[in-house]
DNA sequence: AGATAACCGAGACGGTACGTCATGTCTTAAT
DNA sequence: ATTAAGACATGACGTACCGTCTCGGTTATCT
């Protein structure tokens, strides 16, 4: 096996490639997201994606990455000196992407490729989801800066106050993900984190 | 396809595929497991297997409640008067529980299946972590009774706070999972419940 | 790599299998005859075809030989007392033969086989061309008891006077086969073979 | 597609080609001989190959004249006066050249290509196997001229006469192949081609 | 001498076929 | 009627080569 030379690649190929596997996910589902199917979609040969990709769940997260937004985009928070409002905007919004069928389907098919490859894994939480997170985090030390949040507390953990609850009910889908739900989420987290 | 009578099924079979099935994800994962490989394991029919089960998925499921546990025992928290201590003791287990390989695996593909066949949810949620969710709840509504927590919290959306965030982390594995980040937890979870 | 069970085989798959093959080879040669368009042109899965036969090569004889006459038939020869006008007629059938485009290009495809696959070659050998050696043979001896052939001639190498020089004529093309040629051959042959 | 200039041809690629080509069989067979594996043996592009050659059969085959003895040597036949001797010498020698593997994988293949590729044929037959033929059909001539043959004997057939039942043999694997075989062939062949 | 072709090595590309694996359906014999 | 056994059509897997197609890097002529 003999490491191919990225000098030489195709642009063409590889573009044609993430654009198949991505809209055959949207149309078809994971579930029946092959290599050939994409291949025969991006009207390629299947070794091209053997050669640059070892699976196809690497082939569908840089898919992801590539296609839905990229990685250029600005993920910061609002900060307009009311936490908890720019609390509520942020889960609202995370609500309200798990509930478009869309990007459910996407959000089902990484997570799913996390816990089938721990290769993976690195790569989507890191790329995908890291930097939401740590945008997050971001809000909050500036809110702990201006006093509203207590001084000590750690922000990772206060970043998964807030994120693990809707994550947790969206998997185990326990109960509907509302505006309601982010709201009391928001005013929980808040308790969690005031200063003493 | 007529519907089977299960007056005739036969238990010695169903045990042995169970089993098998269970074995066999502990031995080689669950990404490795196939139909064909229990049959071959129970030394049973392909057929009596499709049969009894829709998936490979509902027989996994179905072996984990018979094997792990099972659903008789008794999973009430405990109930000392200390709020903070008694959540201590259960999230430090469950991060034991996710530390240990084993039951990490088998964690693992129960959460794989739920993501990949929706009809699975029901089952799995309900019969397996359902009742951990429902012992918790019991126990802050204990807690409620003796004023400890704010009369009027959500407590599903209080048990999500509690299990959320280590639902999180160990999906994502941003941060390793230890006894201080339990409680750590339930410290922000008593803040966050605490009457006003 | 567990062997089949022959009693539960499917007469229709291997007829539909043999008979695919052997219009493939008529209708488009041996060389673009593949294991894939036997299968799809016999409405068989491959794995049907890999079960029962080593190689394309073993389901072509066997089509040969089920399709092409068979095994059944009297492959023996005239034997009116005048061996010249036997042979003469049992040659210029043969030459006849090689200049059908039809059974030329099986016979082409049969020593191709044997070329390749040395595992082929008692199939082939003993029961596509075998008997007609066989049957040569006999005639030859029937000769050898009218006093026609030497005694002491051997018979094998007989036959191969006979067949040996139009094989060859045919697999290297140094000349045209003809009747005139055949009747050369058996002219030679009996100079060889008169008593002393 | 431009017809390439032989006078820029590189020597040395061409040398290595058919050196690896010929090594290649003589180790591993002519089934597993490709064009990358020659090329990538030679260290040549696949492209070189391609340019100068119309299929590998055609590499061999000037590998085969190139390597093994190639056409610049005398081939004429021994002519003591004793025809019977002489060619019993001969086909003892070509009975040896049957029975070492060696070459007889050379001749294997050399055939193989023959039945595979009519465009072949003109190129094997005329440079690797008529000049034996050619220079038998002369020793023939001689005898002829010295009365041990008949002179209105058709020579081309004598020769097919001699060559064509060991080819029979050797081919058809229908018995051994032994220095007795080849003095029998002789012995009927002059009985076949005494003058009347 | 400098330009400019051709050939060269390397190897990526779109394809086709390979031989294997697992699916879910089916048939058979036995219990 | 259920079972163990396993053949079947289907379809995807990952690999091997095919023959074509760029790429830069040498030659080797031809201005």
Redesign the pocket.
């Known amino acids: 096996?003999?490491?191919?030379?990225p000098?030489?690649?195709?642009e063409?190929?590889?573009r044609?490639i993430l654009t198949a596997a991505f809209d055959l996910v949207a149309e078809t589902g994971y579930a029946?997201?092959?290599?050939?199917?994409i291949?025969a979609r991006?009207?390629?040969?299947?070794?091209?994606i053997?050669?640059?990709w070892p699976?196809?769940g690497a082939v569908f997260v840089e898919a992801v990455l590539s296609m839905g937004g990229g990685e250029g985009q600005d993920l910061s928070l609002p900060d307009t000196g009311d936490l908890g409002a720019d609390l509520r905007q942020v889960l609202r919004a995370i609500v309200d992407e798990y509930n478009d069928p869309r990007l459910e389907a996407m959000s089902r098919a990484l997570n799913l490729e996390l816990l089938q490859d721990p290769s993976m894994n690195t790569e989507i939480t890191e790329r995908v989801m890291g930097p939401h997170l740590e945008a997050t985090k971001e809000r909050l030390r500036s809110a702990q800066r201006a006093g509203q949040v207590a001084a000590d507390a750690d922000l990772d953990v206060a970043v998964e106050l807030l994120y693990g609850p809707v994550y947790h009910r969206w998997m185990l889908r326990t109960a509907p993900l509302t505006h309601a739900y982010a709201d009391t989420l928001v005013e929980f987290a808040l308790g969690a984190l005031r200063p003493a």
């Open positions: 096996m003999k490491t191919p030379n000098a030489r690649r195709s063409q190929s590889r044609a029946k997201l092959t290599i050939e199917a291949a991006a009207g390629v040969g299947k070794q091209t053997y050669r640059w699976s196809k």
